[in-house]
């Protein structure tokens, strides 16, 4: 095995989260590829079930990438003699063991066309790997439909949480080197590598994705485990919750999938619209919902810059947005509390379940992470926190986080 190391290696770089993957090359300043990490699911008829047991066996399929960028199979014949359905690989050989039943969709436009059938699942929870079927298809569309890559000629550098276990990890390794042939394998902290990227060899990072938020401490380089806090708050919850505040005004979130034609209504009328006839399963009506509820949060939501304050906020601008249906609304206070829940979440989040009334505030988070780390590195710590994750990015975010921050004694 050759040796890989300075700026002329062409490693891969993966990075699967709980609502995004992202797939590039190392030494580049963005992805290649960005895509959702759900995948949809559609579980075959009840005549494809039968058959001999050749259809479980492991099989290997070869593709050729020609001039034209089209693709030559060479198909394997199975125990019977039978053609073997080809696999969706890129130029080399890669192994992989057939489904039974059922096809993936995986991508933005796979899983945003409506199927009655399909169902919707994420192989990523609380930043861990949970379903393996699930991330194979993730890697296949990464690599051989994204980065249109031999795998054979690349390393591959993947990030896992800080609290990845052993048995994932060698998971992980054998799926690298066993299915996709890659000549070299790293798995990097993803805490580490956001501390890198923002030129901090020390650092409170704190990732606020879609399923949790996490402070993890980096020093020299290493993580601090001792130091590890994380809770399940994340862009989910925020959701949620705005879903709960749009029922409570008695208002409809329709995906777009289900809106056939919409009229214009003035601000705050009842919405003119017609329905398509689409039955769906509900974990795909769920995600094109939340998908209407994302935009809203990236649209209207925004970050008081310090301590929230009713008759303040209420002097602040409001913000129109319109839903799918043409129902269209001003959005004052309203787009101010939802953000709000990262900061204070047991005056602002409503209805809580019994673990989120055990939810923290994020500065205490931050502050509990770098208290549980020697002293002596905690002002380097405290001076050095790095902002991740989707839900850091509401406007006035960083300001907030940083006057809090300030307004808390530390030593």
Known sequence: MGTYGGDEVAALVLSVGHTWTQAGYAGEDTPKSIFPTSVGWVDAPPEAD????????????????????????ITKKDADGGDVAPQPVGVGIVKKK?????????????????????????????GLVDDWDALEQIWDH?????????????PL???????????????????????????????????????????????????????MTSVVPVYDGYVLRK????????????SEQVLQQFQTNNVDVVPQYLVAKKSPVEVGQ?????????????????????????????SVCQVSESTYNEQNINGRPQK???????????????????????????DFLKNPTLEQENYIG??????????????????????????TGGNTLFPGFADRLHWELNSIPHS
């Not at 996709?180 to 805490?191: G, H, I, L, T």
């Not at 502050?367 to 050095?384: G, H, K, M, V, Y």
């Open 320 to 346: 129109p947005y319109e839903l799918p249906d043409g129902y269209n609304q001003n959005f004052g206070a309203d787009r101010f509390k939802i953000p709000e829940i990262m900061f204070n979440p047991k």
């Open 157 to 211: 550098i993947i990030t896992e949480s800080a609290w990845n276990t052993r048995e994932i990890r060698e998971k992980l390794t054998e799926l690298a080197f066993e299915k996709y042939n890659f000549p070299a394998f790293f798995v990097a902290k993803d805490a580490v590598m956001t501390a890198f990227a923002a030129g901090r060899p020390h650092a409170l990072v704190v990732d606020s994705g879609g399923d």
């Open 362 to 387: 994020l500065p205490k988070l931050i502050f509990n992470s770098a208290q549980n780390c020697d002293i002596d590195f905690r002002p380097t710590l405290f001076s050095n926190v790095v902002l």
């Open 50 to 73: 039968q058959g001999d047991d050749a259809d479980n066996s492991e099989d290997t399929q070869m593709q050729d990438v020609t001039e034209d960028g089209s693709t030559n199979n």
């Open 227 to 238: 130091g590890i806090v994380r809770q399940s708050l994340g862009g989910d919850v925020l």
């Open 98 to 126: 057939k489904t039974l039943r059922g096809k993936y969709y995986v991508g933005d436009g796979e899983i945003s066309c409506w199927r009655p059938d399909m169902e919707i699942k994420s192989p990523i929870k609380d």
């Open 270 to 298: 009842k919405p003119i619209v017609t329905l398509r006839e689409r039955p769906a399963t509900p974990s795909f009506h769920k995600m094109m919902q939340m998908r209407v509820i994302h935009d809203y949060k990236e």
């Open 142 to 154: 990464a690599f051989l439909k994204r980065l249109r890559c031999d795998p054979t000629e690349h």
